[in-house]
Every structure is written in C-alpha cells, then in structure tokens.
C-alpha cells in the first residue's frame, strides 16, 4: 500500500484533510517562526521530516556547494555577527576582488545579506523572513 492510499484511508476516516496538506501548514509555521525550512523525504516505510534549529552547520554548506573559505565565513559570520570584506581578505588571503566574489556568491546564495556601503559594507546571516 502506498503513502497516498494510506492518507486516503485516514482522510477516509476524518483524520487527515488531504495527502500532503500538512507539509504546507509545517512550512508556513516555519516561517512564521524564522526557523529553518525542515526536509522532506518519501521513504520506503513512511514520511520522513527533519527539523533543524541552524541550517548553517558545515554539513549543511558543504551540500550547498560552498568551497571552504566561504563555509569559514559563515562560521565567522555565526560567532561574531558580521564580517566586511577587509576581514574576509585577511581570514583567507584573497585580494580585494576575490573576496568581492566569494562573498556575492554567499548572497547570491540567499545564506548571507550585504548591509551598509562603502567603509560601512559588512555581511549577516540571511534569516528566515529577510
């Protein structure tokens, strides 16, 4: 028996409105919430959802694609607030247009926002909502 005819026989029954309602009601909670967007994944023996209360773990990011120095940024980023692109160059020995690079790849990316301008340029974490 499949997912689907299982949730047809709860809905059947009144305890489910419809086959994959719920998912949609979990991501709306989630963002009302500003925490992560869980995953979702059919499997063999069932549904499986996984919640996660910091999306930006090194795991995460390496699956995001990220080449080390920007998963270095996030986890700067993480601990102290923020960082600019002078503290990006230093951190990694790029040039000035290496980490201009690096850095709008991370925006790009929807992980980190670019805030201020000029000498006040700096980068945060995107959160949920942003």
């Known amino acids: 028996m499949s997912l ?4 047809q ?7 489910i ?10 991501i709306e909670l989630c963002k009302l919430h500003g925490i992560p967007l ?3 994944k059919e499997v063999t023996v069932g549904f499986l959802v996984t919640f ?9 990011l390496v699956r995001l694609g990220l080449n080390e120095r920007q998963i270095k940024a996030v986890m700067y980023v993480k601990e102290r607030g923020k960082v600019t692109n002078k503290e990006y160059r230093e951190m990694t020995g790029l040039s000035d247009e290496g980490a201009r690079i690096d850095l709008n790849e991370l925006v790009e ?9 000029g000498r ?10 942003d």
Not at 52 to 60: C, G, M, P, Q, S
């Open 109 to 117: 990316k929807g992980i980190l926002l670019s805030k201020g301008k």
């Open 52 to 60: 996660r209360k910091d999306i930006y773990t090194e795991d995460h």
């Open 38 to 40: 869980p995953d979702f």
């Open 4 to 7: 689907r005819q299982i949730a």
């Open 9 to 15: 026989v709860f809905y059947d029954i009144g305890y």
């Open 17 to 26: 409105e419809k086959y994959g309602s719920g998912t949609i009601k979990i």
């Open 120 to 129: 006040n340029a700096h980068y945060v974490l995107k959160r949920i909502g």
